[in-house]
């Protein structure tokens, strides 16, 4: 019966999570920005206004996309959908996890803004849609990996609720 109970809340959560996805954005946008404009202070005289950058003739504006929400939420949603992680375990696996992401991110922007300032527009469309498409998902599949192996869990997400719920309806 502690297993329904603690299934319902992951999925309830979850799904709540989904449901009010925009609190990645309230959380991680700001923070991102700033953390962004601080680095670049190191390399480039920049002039900022709400949510733009102007470097030169450069003009950035930060975007809701920028923040990479999405890959906060499937962290969040591999955990919660993760059998046998405790609740302070999960807390942890999450902070530790958003650290790293905010982190690549504020170097993948530091990045991409270097590469438009001294190769131009072509290369940094090129690369920020290879990032974006391809490296940004496979950043969070290795984050996971790696908070496995540090926090030792065992199960697999969704599969290993799936296969414990059918050994234990026979």
């Known amino acids: 019966m502690k297993y329904q109970y603690n299934l319902l809340i992951r999925l309830g959560l979850a799904l709540l999570a989904g449901i009010f996805f925009n609190i990645f954005y309230v959380i991680f946008s700001p923070l991102t920005f700033n953390l962004t404009i601080h680095s ?5 005289t920049l002039a ?22 999405s890959a906060y939420f499937l962290l969040l949603l591999l955990i919660l959908l993760t ?6 375990k999960s807390i942890y696996m999450f902070l530790l996890g958003s ?16 590469i438009l300032i001294k190769y131009g527009s072509n290369l940094f469309n090129t690369l920020h849609l290879f990032i974006w498409k391809i490296l940004s998902s496979l950043f969070v599949v290795l984050i ?3 908070l496995t192996k540090k926090f030792k869990i065992k199960t697999i997400p969704i599969y290993s ?5 059918i050994k234990n309806l026979k």
């Open 48 to 69: 900022v206004t709400d949510n733009t950058i102007v470097i030169g003739s450069h003009i950035l504006k930060f975007i809701p996309a920028c923040t990479a929400a």
């Open 144 to 146: 996971w990996i790696l």
């Open 40 to 44: 670049l202070k190191y390399f480039y």
């Open 161 to 165: 609720d799936y296969k414990f719920l």
């Open 99 to 114: 650290l790293l992401i905010l982190a690549a991110n504020i170097i993948r922007i530091d990045i991409l803004i270097y």
């Open 83 to 88: 059998k046998d992680i405790p609740l302070k």
